[in-house]
């Protein structure tokens, strides 16, 4: 078995007086596709953050690659580590086009006062063209769709040259058709770019469909960890959101139906 790349070792995070993850194990291998799911409020964003050491970490440790991750590391590590948030609005004033948007993911390597070079040009070239968007390169950012500027995102991880890629929510407030697209390029980005992922969601039927492991949170705790396969369970979906939730097949899939 491979070595792991990052791990959560009895992490307990609290902010103010109160308790928002507690007693976090767990451990993401190269490669692998992770998907973290739960209900609003269950610190899943929060969890997220601990890799790369945006969420400080008091109680239990953190580690990427064997170092652990501490204020003092975490620039380092974070040079190997891509966070994609949600989708948010961009003032169409905004004085940037796509392409420049993209290169801008090389700036934690180059400095953001330095010079950019062929290699980070070339790389984000090869993102724009992984994403689908070399076309919409000249494009000012605040012309794109919401789903354009997803990609955008995604575009600008890969520019940075990560190992290990966190999505957090990254199809949230897009179409049907915008999610699925996403969904994909993530898939696709995964295989080409041999990235460990780690994907918050809330579309339990993307998780099935995609990730090979699921780790479900409710109230700060790890409820369940595991196969994705095995987190189809009604029962279990059921605990997890607090609500009756149906397993049906589709063809030879299976979804959750609310």
């Known amino acids: ?70 204020p003092k590391t975490a620039p380092q590590i974070r040079l190997n580590i891509a966070h994609v948030f949600q989708a948010t609005d961009i003032d169409p004033k905004m004085p940037m086009n796509v392409y420049e948007a993209v290169l801008a993911g090389t700036y934690s390597r180059t400095g ?69 697209e996403i969904l994909n390029v993530i898939a696709e980005l995964r295989r080409q770019y041999r990235l460990a992922v780690f994907l918050v969601t809330h579309d339990l039927n993307a998780v099935f469909s995609m990730a090979a492991k699921v780790a479900m949170l409710k109230g700060g705790k790890l409820l369940w960890t595991g196969a994705a396969h095995e987190a189809v369970d009604p029962e279990l979906l059921g605990l997890l959101y607090s609500v009756p939730i149906t397993v049906a097949a589709c063809g030879e899939r299976r979804v959750a139906l609310f």
């Open 1 to 70: 078995m491979c070595p792991p790349l990052a791990q959560l070792k009895g992490v307990t995070v609290d902010f103010g007086r109160g308790r928002v993850l507690d007693d976090i194990h767990l451990t993401v291998r190269p490669g692998e596709f992770w998907t973290l799911i739960g209900p609003n409020g269950a610190g899943k964003s929060t969890l997220l953050g601990l890799f790369n050491g945006l969420t400080p970490c008091r109680w239990g440790s953190v580690t990427y690659n064997g170092r652990v991750v501490t």
């Open 112 to 180: 953001l006062l330095k010079k950019t070079g062929n290699r980070e040009k070339e790389s984000a070239e090869r993102a724009l063209e992984a994403v689908g968007l070399s076309r919409l390169a000249g494009r000012p950012i605040g012309h794109l769709s919401g789903g354009e500027r997803q990609r955008m995102a995604l575009a600008r991880a890969l520019a940075q040259e990560p190992e290990f890629l966190l999505l957090d929510e990254p199809t949230a407030s897009l179409d049907w058709q915008a999610q699925r």
